[in-house]
């Protein structure tokens, strides 16, 4: 496996359903980033974290719940969702930035479907 | 925070023309702007950068400049291919936080 990996690819859920989203990256990179895209819509940053420690929730409701249990790895756990969580999730990777900005490297995403 | 405003949102050029994506940022701290193309089904790749201490930045067909006095930026694709089509994203850094423009969807005619 090589750059950012993410599974599953697609997800189709029910409200009241729990899933969780995975992500790896193969980069060596020590940041990682959870992004939601919606259509016709800006990508807006939900997580970050660095160097393992969460260090932005950006006004993320809490039916969002992320994990970084190491360096390589980044969840994203989902419960009770609503139709309008519907939208791609993508998973991105850099070095940890020291206030210059850091190349940011993405997986190809989930497909979420909220039913 | 910081915010994009990337135009145009749509974009169809005849194959060998050249395409041109502008995007103006509010915040002057940020400091690294890079650029996303982003085909169907897959997500966002990195397509080229530059920094603010940089004016023009040019790898292949592809150019990007900076003005940091107006705050804008803008992406030159040259000799357009079929290939090039495609959703394309400017962003803006500051520190960690990348800001995404909405997007521009360029569609090549052969």
């Known amino acids: 496996e090589t750059g950012v990996t993410q599974t599953p690819r697609h997800l189709v859920m029910g409200m009241t359903n729990k899933k969780s989203l995975k992500c790896e990256q193969h980069l060596g990179h020590n940041a990682m980033y959870w992004y939601k895209q919606s259509a016709k819509k800006p990508l807006e940053l939900m997580f970050v974290y660095s160097l393992e420690e969460r260090v932005e929730n950006n006004s993320v409701p809490s039916r969002f719940s992320p994990e970084c249990p190491n360096s390589s790895h980044l969840f994203l756990h989902l419960h009770t969702l609503q139709p309008e969580d519907s939208a791609l999730y993508l998973c991105?990777?850099?070095?940890?930035?020291?206030?210059?900005?850091?190349?940011?490297?993405f997986g190809p995403g989930t497909r979420l479907t909220v039913t | 925070g910081e915010n994009v405003e990337q135009h145009p949102s749509t974009l169809s050029v005849q194959e060998g023309d050249s395409a041109v994506i502008k995007c103006t940022y509010s915040d002057s701290a940020s400091n690294y702007f890079p650029w996303y193309k982003q085909e169907l089904g897959k997500g966002p790749q990195l397509i080229i950068d530059?920094?603010?201490?940089?004016g023009e930045k040019k790898d292949q067909r592809i150019a990007v400049t900076l003005n940091k006095t107006a705050k804008h930026f803008s992406l030159h694709i040259t000799e357009t291919q079929p290939e090039d089509s495609a959703v394309y994203f400017c962003?803006?850094?500051?520190?960690?936080?990348?800001?995404f423009g909405a997007g521009t969807t360029v569609t090549v005619r052969a």
């Open positions: 962003a803006a850094i500051n520190d960690y936080k990348l800001s």
């Open positions: 991105a990777s850099s070095q940890a930035p020291e206030g210059a900005g850091y190349e940011q490297y």
């Open positions: 530059i920094r603010s201490n940089v």
